[in-house]
C-alpha cells in the first residue's frame, strides 16, 4: 500500500525492505508508531501518522535502525543505547530540514551531480552502464 509520498520500499545498503503501513491497533506494542523488523524485510508505520511531521519523524527513526542493522553497528549498541541514538539523530535531523528547508534540495542536488558524473566517467571506462 503507497501513502501519501511513501513509496512501497526503500532500500538501505544492498537490501530492499518493504514499507508496511498499519492500522493503528497493529503495533506490537501501544506506543509503538513504527517498528524495523530486519529477518522479514520491513518497516512498518501507524498509518494515522503518514500525514504529519511526527509520521515524517518516525519514518525517518525506522530508517535509522535500517541503517544501524545494515552496516553492522547494531551488535555493538545495546538496544537501549540504540534507540536512544535513533530517537535524538531522529528528532535533531527532522528539526534541522524543517529549520533550513533548502537543505535537503542542496544535498539531493550533490548527489545527483555526483552520481551523474560517475555514471559518465564508468560508461566511457567501459564500465557498467545503468
Known sequence: MVVMDLKEFIKIGYRNYKIDVWPDSFASTE???GEF????????????TIGS?????TVLHEILHGIIYQYGLGEDLK?????????????????????????LDYFKS???VEHHTHKIN?????????
Open 31 to 33: 506506543d509503538a508508531e
Open 53 to 57: 511531521a511526527h509520521g515524517a519523524n
Open 110 to 112: 550533490k548527489v545527483e
Open 79 to 103: 538496544e537501549v543505547k540504540e534507540e536512544k541514538i535513533v530517537n535524538t539523530l531522529a528528532n535533531g535531523l527532522i528539526t534541522v530540514f524543517v529549520d533550513n528547508p533548502w537543505l
Open 37 to 48: 523488523f530486519s529477518k522479514e524485510g520491513k518497516i512498518g508505520i501507524k498509518g494515522s
Open 122 to 130: 564508468s560508461e566511457q571506462n567501459g564500465g557498467p552502464q545503468g
